[in-house]
């Protein structure tokens, strides 16, 4: 072992790809994985790329390793939902070069609209699934996970959870390793690799029987590590929450800690078990190795006590555990007190000059029913401008919109919005679906130019591929034309008149009218400010409707007037537009 680094789980993620000879790096942004990838396009060799959606990800990283290239699909624990489609095939057919799909899970819902628990999509889909605690395992794990794959024929899957994606710790780095893309050919097989019935069948044998021999691997049953400090009470526990056990409990009990969660190691359970009193099994999110446990005849407890929602932490566990008599380290630890009770809570909100500000202030004010989506624009529902009836998932501002028109008084539409980044991963299906079946919906596509919320990565509307490589730039409005869409009105995202009268427009239309309303995010690089803007204290009425506007750049100055920061004013203009006494006005600029 040479030198040692600081990494991320996510930059380790991408270092034990690289190690192992990673051909293809392809996946969707969605925190908190997407910096593995953006960690792997920075070093030589791969082929590192975005795709539209985490299926299409998934499915060209599986035809990159039946080619035999070793590929690395990633996304966030959402993502999985939309790539379990090819994800449940491949484990059947196997693959050729190593295929690791690195999925991360959101305990606490952080970034996400759910908080589920993807270890049981490892156990629905009969495919191995790692789970690294720290970046050194995160290194290693994934190096191993690209030979489990290969030797096992099947695809592997990564979790990891937010804590071990963004917590940053040591990784020892190998001496003298360089990069070597791993290969195998190609080598035609229907049989494999047409999934019709009749392969299948054999298919799901060969996975049963695969699966037995992964069980009995020596190298992997070495990532499942006991340590025997206590014969009274053992404690089973994996990933992130093995961090929290030691760091509330240090050495004071046993300790199972699993490396590979699926399949489980039956006998190092049984071993364990038999090896200590008691059993306690501590796990964020859903009861999934306890469940297990129990159904082979070990007596444990786990949820009784423990919370079987949100992040665990060290001080949940102390609470949590004093009803089972586990005793925490003493109370006086760092670890064990409240990192900083009483924290004032400060709500998310448009950034200053936000392009999706524009849009939602005139939703608000046209009385227009709103179907939205994922994304920053999903702060459009929260006051103050309460412009969005419903948010489910990626796509969904579109076909919920289908669905909720159905039932609404004659003659009223539904709004359906998207960005532009989602307008690619799902949102064209669902502007083809309220074509198709007549539907009451004007799909609007908020174009900020970047997939904004997950820290500004390309798309297919940027121009751009991941490493910034100019690419043919596909144009909303040019794709609402070929599927048929009558009329597309284009509106700046600074222009209040333009979006009201689009929107007016669109609510008498006979014919089929989409919108897009355009403006860059204003965090981009190269995107300017505007010229600043200051209240004249004179011309104010104090009618606070620019604060209707929701911009961090305004506030109300003790004596009621309100006032605009200069440093934190983007210039975009909409205050001055909405104030109807003229008192908001450009900064004149010293000749």
């Known amino acids: 072992m040479g030198d040692k680094i600081v990494f991320t789980g996510n930059e380790a993620v991408a270092q034990g790809a690289w190690e192992a000879g990673v051909g293809l790096g392809i996946g969707y942004p969605g925190t908190p994985s997407t910096e593995i990838l953006e960690s792997l396009t920075k070093k030589e060799g791969p082929d590192v790329v975005w795709a539209v959606n985490e299926k299409v990800a998934l499915e060209e990283g599986y035809g990159a390793a039946v080619g035999g290239l070793r590929a690395l699909v990633t996304m966030k624990h959402v993502g999985l939902n939309v790539a379990a489609d090819p994800l449940f095939t491949a484990a059947y057919l196997g693959v050729n070069g190593g295929l690791v799909i690195a999925c991360a899970d959101d305990p606490g819902m952080h970034s996400s609209q759910n908080e589920q628990d993807n270890r049981w999509y490892a156990l629905h889909a009969k495919v191995p699934m790692l789970e690294p605690s720290n970046s050194e395992e995160c290194v290693r794990f994934t190096r191993l996970a690209f030979e489990i794959s290969e030797n096992f024929d099947v695809p592997v899957l990564l979790r990891l959870v937010t804590r071990v994606s963004h917590s940053r710790s040591l990784v020892g780095l190998h001496p003298g390793v360089s990069y070597r893309k791993e290969t195998k050919p190609y080598q035609r097989n229907t049989e494999k690799y047409v999934a019709l019935p009749a392969n299948a069948r054999l298919r799901r044998k060969i996975l049963e029987l695969n699966l037995v021999s992964l069980r009995q691997d020596e190298v992997l049953q070495e990532l499942n590590v006991m340590e025997i400090t206590n014969p009274e009470i053992g404690i089973i526990t994996s990933g992130a929450s093995y961090n929290y056990v030691k760091e509330a409990f240090g050495d004071n009990y046993s300790i199972l800690k699993l490396g590979l969660v699926y399949p489980l190691d039956t006998r190092m359970l049984k071993e364990f078990a038999a090896r200590v009193k008691r059993v306690v099994v501590i796990e964020e999110l859903d009861p999934y190795l306890e469940t297990h446990i129990k159904a082979l005849g070990i007596e444990c407890e786990g949820k009784k006590y423990i919370p079987a929602m949100y992040e665990l932490n060290p001080q949940i566990l102390a609470r949590s555990l004093e009803q089972a008599e586990l005793k925490p380290l003493d109370s006086s630890e760092p670890a064990l007190k409240e990192p900083v009770p009483d924290l004032p809570k400060r709500p998310p909100l448009f950034c200053s000059g936000c392009p999706h500000r524009g849009f939602f202030y005139a939703a608000n004010r046209e009385k227009i029913t709103v179907a939205g989506d994922i994304g920053c624009y999903t702060l459009g529902a929260i006051p103050p401008f309460q412009a969005m009836d419903t948010c489910v998932c990626m796509g969904g501002g579109f076909t919920v919109a289908a669905g909720l028109s159905l039932n609404l008084p004659a003659g009223e539409k539904v709004f359906g919005v998207v960005g532009d980044s989602t307008f690619f991963h799902s949102g064209l299906t669902g502007a083809a679906e309220a074509i198709y079946n007549k539907r009451s919906v004007i799909p609007v596509v908020l174009d900020n130019s970047i997939t904004a919320m997950t820290g500004h990565q390309q798309n297919p509307g940027t121009g751009c591929m991941l490493d910034g490589e100019p690419t043919f730039l596909q144009e909303p409005a040019k794709i609402f034309e070929a599927i048929g869409y009558d009329r597309v009105l284009q509106v700046s995202a600074y222009d ?63 004596d009621g007037v309100p006032a605009i920061d200069p440093a934190a004013c983007f210039g975009c203009g909409l205050c001055e537009q909405v104030c109807r006494h003229k008192a908001i006005s450009t900064i004149k600029q010293e000749e």
């Not at 355009?518 to 600043?532: A, D, H, I, M």
């Not at 200051?534 to 011309?539: P, R, S, T, Y």
């Not at 606070?544 to 109300?556: D, E, R, T, V």
């Open 496 to 558: 209040l008149e333009q979006i009201r009268n689009a929107i007016r427009e669109a609510k008498k239309a006979t014919n089929k009218v989409a919108i897009i309303v355009k403006g860059p995010c204003r965090l981009l690089k190269g995107v300017q400010r505007g010229p600043g803007y200051a209240v004249n204290l004179e011309a104010c009425t104090k009618c606070k409707s620019c604060l209707k506007m929701g911009c961090p750049a305004i506030s109300l100055s003790p």
